[in-house]
């Protein structure tokens, strides 16, 4: 069974940062992508951001690009995600997720159906 636990959301000002922690277990968490999404009220689930299993790779939504960064530590089955210059519209609960593909493009894979496991949320909040 594959567990993940997510830390590190709080409350920031606007032009704050904060970093995220997801910890996994259960899976050989080196072999597949991992993802971050978020949820904000009356949302639909989005995709914010995906690395490669090696860490080599990584691909964002345009709505991060240049102010988030993901990161993987696969030696403590770990991913990270930097959150720098945070708007209020980055205000959402943020999960992190195990790919279900080992080696697809990361750009195909940003849909929530294209993760299998999810960690239970880490609340983000942005203030104006």
Known sequence: QVQLVESGGGLVQAGGSLRLSCAASGRTFSSYPMGWFRQAPGKEREFVTAISWSGASTYYANSVKGR???????????VYLQMNSLKPEDTAVYYCAVSKF??????????RYDYDYWGQGTQVTVSS
């Open 68 to 78: 988030f960064t993901i990161s993987r530590d696969n030696a403590k089955n770990t």
């Open 102 to 111: 080992h080696d697809r493009p990361l750009e195909t894979v940003v849909t």
